[in-house]
C-alpha cells in the first residue's frame, strides 16, 4: 500500500509539469502583452524593451518555463507582473476561501442526495422516488449560476436581505490583512448561498448515479442473503448495499472534479468572493504570466490529489481492491 | 458544473429501471424502429423530444416571432417592467429582453449542436484510427487525447477562449464553437476507441478482411455502423453539456460578445441590477435551463431506447 501511494505520488509530478507546461506555452501565444498594460500611457518602445528584459520575457518560451520551474523548486512561485505581489502569498490567501466553499458544497451535496437516492431505490417507482428522480434531473439541467440567482432572489432580495449577495467575512485565523473582518456567523452568513449554488448540481448528479447503483446491489445475492440470514434492514442497507453502490459513484465524482473548478469560477465570480476561482479567470483575462502559472500549478495540483483520492477510497470501500 | 448526463452513463448503463418489454414481434421490426417505438413510450422522452423541437423551431423563425430587434437600444424605455409592449420588460439599454430570449436561442443551440458535431466528426476518425490500427498509431493518438483529458475542462476552455480573444456575431460564436468542440474531442476518440477494440475482433470483421475489403471500407460500413448507439447517446447528452459551457463562457465575459443576443451574457449584465429589476436575470437563466433540460431528457431516453443491455 505505501509503494502504491509512494508510485502514485511520482506519477504526479509529470502531469503537473505537463499541464503546467501547455498552459504556460498556451498564454504566451495569447494575442496582446503584458508589458503594454503594465506601461499604460507612459510605453515608449525602449521602455517595453527593458521591461521585457526585467520580466526574462525577451528569452525563448522554453527557457522562460525553465526559469520559472527553477525558481519553483527552490519555493519562489514568482511575483506578478501587474501587482508585483508574490503569487505564492496571494494563492495561499486565496486558498481557504475555495477550500471552504468546495467542502461545504461537497457536504450540501452528499446531505441531499444519500438520503435521496436511498428512498428512490428502496421504494423504486412511488412518488417519492419519481420526487427524487424529477428533481435530480431539474438539477442537472440548472447551471450554477442561475441556481445562484434564484437563492439571491429569494435570501437577498426576497427575504429581506436576510443573506448578504456578494463579498466575503473571512474564518477567524485566515484573515489575511487587519484591514479584512472575521468571525463564524459573518462567514457563515457568506458561504451558505455560493455552498449550496455549487452543491446542488452536485447533488442531482450524485442522486441519479448513486441510486441507479444502488438499484443493481440491491438485487445482488449477498444482499438477499444479509437479509436472509435475519439483519435489520438498516445494516442491510448501510452497510452492504450503500458501501458498494459507492464505489462506481466515487469514480464518477473524481471526474467531476474538472468541473468543480469551472464552478467555483462562476459561483465566486456571482457572489464577488476573493477565493482561487476569481484569481484565476482574473489573472488569466489580465495575461498576468506569473499569476496564471500559480493559478495552474494550484489546480493541476488539485485535480491530480484528488484523483488518487478516489483511487484510495476504494480501499475503503471495498478492501478486496488492493494496490501493491 | 452541471454537466447533464454523459459522465455517469457507465455507471447507470445497466441499471436504469426501465422494464422494457420485448414483445414477440420485435424479430421483424429493424433495430431503427424498435428504438423509435421504445422511445415514443417513454413520457419523459417525448417530453424532451417537444422541447428541442419547440426550441429548433424559436431559433428558426426567430425574427418572425422577436416582437422586435433584439440589439435597437432605447434610452427613454430603459428597465421598463413587464408590460403588453415589452412582456419580459427591457434591460439597461432599453432593448426588449423578449427579442433578446428569443434570438438567445440561436446563438445556444448553434453553439450546443454545433460544438458537438465538430468534435464528433474530428473524434471518432481519430478513435476509429486508432482502435483499428493499435500499436504506434494508438499511442501516439490517444497520448494527445489524454494530454487534452488531463486538463481541468473549464481551465482549457478559458485559456483557449482568451487566445482566440471573444468577438460579437457569426465569428464570434464560431469560436467558442472551436474551443468547446477541442475540449470535446477526446471523449469521442475514447468512445469510439473502446468500441472499435471489441468489434475488430468479430468473425465477421475477420471474414470481411478474407474476402479482401479494403480498411477503409471496413471501418465505414461494418465496424462504425456498429458503434453508432453509444456516439449517438453521448452527442445528445453531450449538446447539453456544450449548451452550460458556452453560458457559463458567456456568463464569464468570454462568449459571443455583445451587442450579440447570449442568455449567459444577459443573465451576468442583468445581475448588477437585481435589486432593483430582479425579473431580468430569471428570463435568460429559465431559457437556459429549459434547453438543457430538453436535451437531458431526450439523451436519457435515447439511452434507454438504444441500449439492448436494458432489456
Known sequence: ?324 | MANGGESFRGALEAALPVGIAVSADDRSESPLRQAIRRLRKSTTAVIGVVIVAALLLVALFADVLAPQSPIANDQTQTFARPSWDHPLGTDQLGRDMLSRVIHGTRISLLVGVSSVLLALFIGVPFGLIAGYYGGRVDSVVMRVMDLILAFPIYLLAIILMVIFTPTAGLIGTIKVTGAIAIVRIPIYARLVRGSVLSIKEKEYIESCRALGVRDPMILARHILPNCLAPIIVTTTLGIATSIIVEATLSFLGLGTQPPTPSWGWDLKANVAFIQANPWLSLFPGLAIFVTVLGFNLFGDGLRDALDPRLK
Open chain 1, 1 to 324: 500500500m505505501r509503494t502504491y501511494i509512494l508510485k502514485r505520488l511520482v506519477q504526479i509530478v509529470p502531469t503537473v509539469l505537463m499541464i503546467t507546461f501547455v498552459v504556460f506555452v498556451m498564454m504566451r501565444s495569447v494575442p496582446g502583452d503584458p508589458v503594454v498594460s503594465v506601461l499604460g500611457d507612459a510605453y515608449t518602445e525602449e521602455d517595453a524593451i527593458k521591461a521585457r528584459e526585467a520580466y526574462g520575457l525577451d528569452k525563448p518560451i522554453v527557457v522562460q518555463y525553465f526559469i520559472w520551474l527553477g525558481k519553483l523548486v527552490q519555493g519562489d512561485w514568482g511575483a506578478s507582473i501587474l501587482t508585483g505581489r508574490p503569487v505564492l502569498q496571494d494563492v495561499m490567501i486565496r486558498l481557504p476561501v475555495t477550500l471552504e466553499l468546495i467542502v461545504l458544497s461537497m457536504f450540501v451535496a452528499l446531505v441531499i442526495a444519500v438520503p435521496a437516492a436511498i428512498i428512490g431505490a428502496l421504494r423504486q417507482n412511488t412518488w417519492a422516488d419519481y420526487t427524487a428522480t424529477t428533481a435530480a434531473m431539474i438539477g442537472v439541467s440548472i447551471p450554477e449560476f442561475f441556481i445562484g440567482v434564484l437563492l439571491l432572489l429569494a435570501f437577498s432580495i426576497g427575504l429581506g436581505g436576510l443573506l448578504p449577495s456578494s463579498g466575503w467575512v473571512y474564518l477567524p485565523g485566515t484573515c489575511p490583512s487587519i484591514v479584512c473582518s472575521a468571525s463564524l456567523w459573518g462567514n457563515t452568513m457568506h458561504v451558505l448561498m455560493p455552498a449550496f449554488a455549487l452543491g446542488v448540481g452536485r447533488a442531482a448528479i450524485l442522486t441519479r448515479l448513486l441510486r441507479a447503483s444502488m438499484l443493481e446491489v440491491i438485487r445482488t445475492e449477498y444482499v438477499t442473503t444479509a437479509r436472509a440470514k435475519g439483519l435489520g434492514e438498516r445494516p442491510v442497507v448501510f452497510k452492504h448495499a450503500l458501501k458498494n453502490a459507492l464505489i462506481p459513484t466515487v469514480t464518477v465524482m473524481g471526474l467531476q472534479v474538472g468541473f468543480l473548478i469551472g464552478g467555483a469560477i462562476v459561483v465566486e465570480t456571482l457572489f464577488a468572493m476573493p477565493g482561487l476561482g476569481t484569481f484565476g479567470i482574473d489573472a488569466i483575462v489580465a495575461r498576468d504570466y506569473q499569476q496564471v502559472q500559480g493559478f495552474a500549478l494550484i489546480t493541476a495540483l488539485a485535480f491530480v490529489v484528488i484523483n488518487l483520492l478516489v483511487d484510495l477510497t476504494y480501499t475503503f470501500l471495498d478492501p478486496r481492491i488492493r494496490y501493491a
